[in-house]
């Protein structure tokens, strides 16, 4: 059933809202099912017609990954049609000699001559005896022991990192190691200088497909070897000419062979179809527990202000959808004088009432859609329908969206109780801190998840903005996102007037959200040298091939990660590479693929391994891993297996390393905050017991271990803690002529915070600020601007800007330190009280409670446990 009608006539008798969706592809209407795995796979396209080839989606499950990394079949076709606009007699032929492999190889360090760092990364510690494990700043990615040369043309960390910088030859030398080997991509970060270029010509392995990069050999200026299958490949004659220095015959300057991460505008042989519009959909719930909660008016605005900074172009289209228990549609059809309302009351047999005017151009139906957006908070003010039918609301979006492909977004405040995906409550209040085990960590229901793989079929990505007081199942509806490559976004107990923290957050993340850049109807693929194999992936996607993610949307803060192996031996081979490549098309309709390449070298020897792991990225590998542990098996099983990992490396690296005492618990310098990471990650909300913890809190904390890049998800992990109020400008930073002080770290201690100072603890998603009871009168009025300690108000949310140097330095910290995020990290200043500085020592890792001991206590544990080993 539908009816029509003008929404400011149901201000007070028939709520309606809106959410924002845009506009539809420019080929034919009917959905194009993704096909990539030929076009980006393991053989050229032959053909480019393809724009009507569809293959059957596929099942609902993940394919089970093969043991090994299938090269797939050799193609004797070019990358892709050659051009050849310079002609064969165009250049001159190069003389100078191409570096061979050999050569490459040579150029490698070994630790034997060592560089200064990688006998550091060597040097026992011995944890029962030193204590002052933090280094001064913040710990770096460790810098593969490669040449200069080779390490100055190598992958940014940030985007592209290995747990191992140095790779083991065999598994046998990798088990023996007990550390995990495995990567994390960050592919679609912002980045301040991104190579992109335009050629006819994309220049490709023929076997594996492998993009050439700076670390493939040229054997002379015709031909060149992959770096990941060996193959020798002929130089193509478009490829003889440097755009940059614009001079023939020199491929090895080629901008793609000079940097690890570039980016191919590509041509229609990557296209399924014409590039899609950027297209947006928000899905909004206005029952009566929205209206309460109050996040509408800010949502309405935030999008009014920001409907300019949508990414895309002129052919943007928004479209509306709001629910409580019945599904509301929005006409914007350009020429009508106001909105109208289209409402479906038959939530078990959704249909679209019109398909030509609820997803309509931006840019010529503007005005409409600030009417209604400015209308729609009143419209639903005075709702009294207790029930939502997200469900229904959902299939609704799934088939507005399927002739286009775009993003949906859904703001949910509530347990869904009416139609399909109907839930109801699973947790129970009494067992929230149970040490015995956690239940329903899973999907009480497949169809989120069902619903999702249709959506990732038609290139929808699904983002979920959960504002909840009560448990909403955040297991279950987490899926519609998890499967669709999108994002979850969590604010509990979400009040615009009882919790303004959470407002503020809301804020910053939304008006974020709505402007970061946006790929759509994606899909990556890793590739990794002859030998490596990928057997399990991390994150939020949908598993299409053994090494292809398909990805209805990509936005530059989500990560992901992978769990390798070795297949064969290294033996033969002295580097081993990575590569992703991201194949997407951006807002304003351009079909581009990001490519990033990392190089490592191969070792023998087991403490080569231990000279090159990356404490903070196994860290994060292991949650992962800990998270699926935590969902096949139990949480107590996954908690166990995060404190054998530190009980084997502890029990290998004694064991195996010689010239060591015997007596006491020893890592090397590499590894030495191993063990304090694990005893983080087993405070978590997604891993402890034993304290009270929501389940939809922790079911949000195990999605961010999921997605978060590794910067923010250490930072959630092992907050960085420092004092304030003695800074100074000694070794400060000189950046845009603002000098940024740079305190030293302080551990996590009780013991390190004093009453007579002001602290501040970096939690990655939130700034706390502690002042001491006996701080400085002079640092609470230069930067708080209070005359004395008790006239701090409670609750206080910024950092006035006053004209001090105390102020200033406090502020260009902590601006610095934001600089390095994506979303904007609220600021919270706590007194020296019991009940404010709780939220500060639930943080500290000594914290003591029954969900984790303190860190002396848990390197005695280790220490225990070792002994019944041995």
């Known amino acids: 059933s539908t009816r029509r009608t003008h929404p400011s006539s149901l201000a007070s008798s028939r709520p309606s809202s809106g959410g924002d969706t845009s506009s539809s592809s420019t080929g034919s209407a009917s959905p194009v099912p993704n096909n990539y795995d030929n076009l980006e796979g393991g053989s050229y396209p032959v053909e480019t017609n393809h724009l009507l080839v569809a293959a059957p989606y596929g099942s609902y499950g993940y394919p089970g990954m093969p043991p090994a990394y299938h090269q797939g079949p050799a193609s004797l076709a070019n990358a892709s049609p050659s051009h050849e606009p310079y002609g064969q007699s165009g250049y001159q032929p190069y003389s100078q000699p191409f570096p061979s492999m050999s050569q490459l190889s040579t150029a490698l360090g070994g630790l034997s001559g ?7 990364a060597l040097r026992p510690v011995n944890l029962l005896q030193e204590k002052n494990l933090l280094p001064p700043r913040a710990l770096e990615a460790p810098e593969p022991n490669l040449s200069p040369e ?39 970060r912002d980045l301040q200088q991104l190579p992109v270029i335009t050629s006819n010509t994309i220049v490709r392995c023929r076997s594996c497909r492998t993009y050439i990069n700076p670390f493939v050999t040229f054997l002379d200026q015709r031909r060149w070897k992959c770096n990941l299958c060996y193959r020798v490949n002929d130089v193509p004659d478009e490829f003889m000419y440097n755009p940059v220095t614009r ?13 690890a991460t570039v980016e191919f505008i590509a041509s229609s042989d990557y296209m399924l179809r014409p590039p899609q519009p950027a297209a947006y959909l928000f899905v909004l719930d206005v029952s009566h527990n929205a209206v309460e909660a109050g996040y509408l008016k800010y949502f309405s605005e935030l999008l009014i202000d920001n409907l300019d900074k949508l990414p895309g172009d002129t052919r943007t289209r928004v479209g509306f959808l709001t ?19 289209l409402v479906v009351s038959d939530i078990d047999d959704i249909f679209i009432p019109s398909h030509d005017s609820l997803m309509v151009n931006l840019k010529e139906s503007r005005e409409l859609v600030k009417d209604l957006l400015t209308s729609l908070p009143g419209m639903f003010s005075h709702s009294k329908e207790t029930h939502s039918a997200l469900g229904p609301a959902l299939q609704a979006a799934f088939k507005l969206m399927s002739p286009t492909g775009g993003r949906v977004t859904v703001f949910q405040t509530q347990l869904p109780t009416l139609g399909a995906g109907s839930l109801q409550s699973r947790e129970d209040p009494n067992q929230r801190s149970s040490t015995k085990g956690v239940q329903h960590l899973g999907p009480a229901t497949d169809f989120y998840k069902k619903l999702a793989l249709d959506c990732s079929g038609q290139q929808i990505g699904v983002d979920l903005f959960l504002l909840s007081s009560q448990y909403s199942d955040l297991a279950s509806l987490s899926c519609i996102s998890k499967y669709s490559a999108g994002s979850v976004f969590y604010y509990p107990s979400f009040h615009h007037t009882h919790n303004p923290a959470q407002l503020e957050k809301f804020q910053r993340d939304v008006e974020r959200y709505l402007t970061r850049k946006i790929g759509f109807e994606a899909v990556m693929r890793i590739r990794c040298t002859k030998g490596l194999s990928i057997h399990t992936f991390h994150g939020n996607f949908f598993v299409r091939s053994t090494d292809l993610l398909s990805l209805a949307n990509v936005n530059p803060d989500s990560a992901f990660a992978v769990q390798m192996s070795i297949e064969d031996s290294l033996a033969d081979s002295s580097l081993a590479c990575f590569q992703a490549a991201l194949l997407y098309t951006s807002s304003k309709g351009k079909r581009r693929i ?5 190089c490592l070298p191969v070792v023998s020897q087991l403490s080569d391994v231990y000279a090159g792991a990356d404490v903070q990225a196994i860290t994060c590998l292991l949650a992962d891993m800990a998270i699926d542990r935590s969902l096949t098996s139990s949480l107590s099983d996954a908690r166990d297996a995060l404190t054998n990992a530190a009980v084997y490396l502890l029990s290998a690296y004694k064991s195996n390393v010689s010239n060591l005492q015997q007596s006491g618990l020893v890592l090397p310098a590499s590894m030495r905050l191993f063990p304090v990471y694990i005893l983080a990650l087993l405070k978590q909300k997604a891993l402890r017991t034993g304290t009270s913890t929501r389940l939809d809190e922790r079911v949000f904390a195990m999605c961010e271990f999921k997605t978060q890049p590794l910067q923010q998800l250490m930072r959630m992990v092992h907050p960085d803690l420092y004092r304030l109020d003695d800074m100074s400008d000694q070794g400060a930073l000189l950046l845009n002529h603002t000098l940024v002080p740079q305190p ?9 915070v004093r009453r007579d100072g002001a602290f501040l603890m970096d939690c990655g998603n939130v700034f706390y600020l502690w002042i001491g009871k006996s701080c400085s009168d002079v640092f609470i009025r230069d930067v708080l601007g209070c005359s004395s300690y008790a006239s701090i108000p409670e609750n206080m949310r910024h950092i006035p800007e006053l004209e001090t140097v105390l102020s200033e330095r406090v502020r260009a910290f902590l601006d610095w330190l934001q600089d390095k995020r994506s979303f904007c990290s609220s600021v919270h200043v706590l007194k020296d009280e019991a009940s404010a500085k709780a939220p500060f020592f639930q943080r500290l890792v000594e914290d003591r409670s029954e969900a984790a001991s303190s860190y002396p206590d848990f390197l005695e544990h280790l220490q225990q446990q070792i002994c019944r080993k041995e």
């Open 744 to 752: 030293h770290l302080l551990h996590l201690s009780a013991e390190r």
């Open 594 to 598: 990001r490519v990033h390449t990392l």
């Open 150 to 188: 080779l390490r100055k043309v190598n992958c940014s960390p940030q985007s592209f990192r290995c747990t191992l910088t140095s790779i083991p030859q065999t598994q046998a030398l990798l088990n023996k190691a007990r550390l995990p080997l495995g990567l994390l991509l960050h592919p679609f």
């Open 114 to 120: 060592v560089p200064e760092l990688e006998v550091e």
């Open 323 to 341: 629910f409580d228990n019945t599904i509301h549609f929005y006409n914007l059809q350009e020429g009508l004088s106001q909105p109208q309302m």
């Open 247 to 259: 001079s023939y015959g020199e491929p090895h300057k080629r901008p793609e062979v000079q940097n």
